[in-house]
């Protein structure tokens, strides 16, 4: 019995971070940032590495300045090199730590280009991009790469560093983000 709550505990932890999720994309963000924020409070930030590296890369895209949106998406990283495939394959069997990867980077790439740091956000394009080989052939996967070449093309056509590219679709104030769509927990 004490195994079972154990083992339920984990998924509780991830409907409790969908719910926040689900508030979020229904237009709620400071709902969804508020109950972000109180999850954190509990997981805390040696807690387990999958309920953070999944609340961090949600938690970034409630962010209304670039830095803290930063911050959250390197909290997923770290939390990320920190899951292995056997903690990720007990939780949810289709799902490989590797095919993380290409999200994360991305999300760091538009950080950094909204931050002014092209170089930046060229490496970390470039982990995007080298680690795509992982993502199956979806919705998911389709919409990553998508907007890695508009990344890329937005980088290359600016003809300069991206610290000289102004607000758009990408970084705008109307919270409107570069980055892939983010699946939900």
């Not at 003809?159 to 970084?171: I, K, Q, Y």
Request: hydrophobic share 35%.
């Amino acid at each position: 019995m004490a195994e079972q709550q154990e083992q339920a505990a984990p998924d509780a932890m991830m409907t409790r971070i969908g719910q926040a999720v689900m508030l979020h994309h229904a237009g709620d963000r400071e709902e969804a940032r508020g109950r972000f924020l109180d999850l954190w409070g509990e997981i805390g930030e040696g807690g387990d590495a999958l309920h953070r590296c999944t609340l961090a890369h949600y938690m970034a895209d409630t962010q209304d300045d670039p830095a803290d949106e930063l911050a959250w998406d390197l909290r997923a990283l770290s939390a990320a090199e920190e899951l292995t495939v056997d903690r990720i394959a007990a939780r949810h069997q289709s799902l490989a730590v590797r095919a993380i990867y290409p999200s994360l980077h991305l999300n760091l790439a538009a950080d950094y280009v909204k931050l002014g740091r092209g170089e930046a956000a060229r490496t970390h394009l470039r982990r995007a991009r080298g680690a795509v080989g992982v993502l199956g052939d979806d919705r998911y996967g389709d919409g990553v790469r998508a907007e890695i070449g508009r990344l890329e093309l937005r980088l290359k056509d600016t003809g300069t560093p991206a610290e000289t590219a102004g607000p758009d679709r990408f970084g705008g104030p109307g919270g409107e983000t570069l980055g892939p769509p983010r699946q939900r927990p």
